[in-house]
């Protein structure tokens, strides 16, 4: 997702850093913002941070580190609940309520990387979902990667208030693994009707990485919509052939509106334009096929796009688009495992639009 480096500097001036790296387990690494550790446990000019690989407790002093990092708490396992797990990769579900000292310290490791969020040390207001890796042949030596947040009441719909996969892990897609994550559960929270997005303004590198998540996940739609296949199929190579036969299937050219793709696909209107600028598939309708258009007269607004199929199969092929969804269904567990989900949606049928948006979501994988 993100790149290994900040923002370029031209456009931001210079900023002071309180520390200068930090070693985290056996990583070391730079550090790219200030934090705000307390001053008499962290001096102005830092060089060295000790930070907890489990828990983000942090030392300047080499010896109580070691010493912590033996005793650990959170030696053998994430605090809260796992909630997902595919491939190595879990996600833990953690309150900040609940774990007050870790969400906090946690909070201080991440502003290290962050320049843009200003406050998130309203711990109790938000939940965490850290993304761990765990060694398969040693089920008690995982690593936290990276994690988001998100405002438990949020007026905004945000579906995520911060996010971050910790320097040494980037540019290997797990931020789309946690951006996934966070549209999922957003998708099956919709009862309030609501579609949600991450909280804004987005940083730079947030920009660049979610649009491009945009992009992938509106192509997916575009590509599998109409067809059996869903995320979690294997990919086979009669699968990847897919975005060819299907877009052969339709017309080259389709008129959707917006807000379609918006509700098929999870997204706010404002994300899918901004995904479908950067696909190059924003082209206002003309006139004369505004007129042919079978669309609902209402909806032809200025919402309305023409998709051109081939730009859209060109696009995948171009960026070698995996059409499996890198959120897998069957990897959610517990309170959000599929079998939860749909026997809860069954029971809420007297919850208005309830049946409609289970279809969309079923679109959705
Ligand atoms: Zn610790």
């Known amino acids: 997702m993100a790149p290994s480096d900040p923002p370029s500097s031209h456009t931001k001036p210079p900023t002071v850093r309180n520390v200068k790296h930090v070693v985290l387990g056996d990583l070391f690494f730079r550090t790219w913002y200030q934090s705000i550790y307390p001053e008499d446990l962290v001096s102005k000019d830092t060089d060295r941070l000790y930070v907890c690989r ?3 407790r942090y030392s300047c002093d080499v010896d109580r580190y070691a010493k912590h990092s033996r005793l650990c708490a959170h030696r053998s396992t994430p605090p809260g609940n796992k909630i997902y797990e595919h ?9 900040g309520e609940d774990h007050k000292l870790y969400a906090q310290n946690l909070s201080l490791f991440a502003k290290l990387f962050l320049d843009h969020k200003s406050v998130f040390f309203e711990v109790a207001s938000f939940l965490y979902y850290l993304l761990v890796f765990t060694d398969p042949a040693d089920p008690e030596n995982y690593h936290i990667l990276g994690f988001f947040s998100k405002e438990k009441l949020s007026w905004d719909a945000n579906n995520l208030a911060c996010i971050l996969v910790f320097p040494p892990y980037q540019r290997k897609q797990l931020g789309k693994l946690l951006m996934g994550v966070s549209y999922k559960l957003s998708d099956w929270e919709r009862d309030t ?4 997005g991450p909280e804004k303004p987005l940083s730079e590198m947030g920009r660049r ?3 491009r998540f945009w992009e992938e996940r509106i192509v997916r739609y575009l590509l599998l919509r109409g067809t059996d296949a869903t995320g979690d199929l294997e990919e086979t190579a009669q699968q990847k052939q897919t975005p060819s036969k299907a877009s052969r299937k339709r017309s080259s050219s389709e008129v959707m509106t917006v807000q379609d793709i918006g509700l098929a696909t999870g997204m706010l209107a404002e994300d899918v334009i901004t995904a479908l600028k950067g696909l190059g598939l924003m082209e206002p309708i003309s ?9 609902n007269e209402e909806t032809v607004d200025k919402e309305t796009v023409v998709l051109r199929m081939s730009k859209v199969s060109d696009w995948a092929n171009v960026h ?9 269904d069957d990897g959610f567990l517990g309170r959000w495992a599929p079998e939860n989900i749909y026997a809860r ?13 289970e279809e969309e979501e079923e679109e959705d994988e």
């Not at 009707?193 to 949600?196: R, V």
């Not at 070698?320 to 897998?328: A, F, G, K, W």
């Not at 949606?345 to 948006?357: A, H, K, P, R, V």
């Open 54 to 56: 489990y828990c983000f």
């Open 87 to 95: 491939g190595g990769y879990s996600v833990w579900e953690l309150d």
């Open 287 to 295: 006139p004369s096929k505004r007129r042919k258009t079978k669309t």
């Open 193 to 196: 009707g609501l579609i949600g």
């Open 209 to 211: 990485s979610y649009s």
């Open 320 to 328: 070698h688009l995996s059409l499996r969804d890198p959120v897998r």
């Open 345 to 357: 949606d069954s029971t809420s049928g007297d919850e208005g639009d309830g049946d409609e948006e």
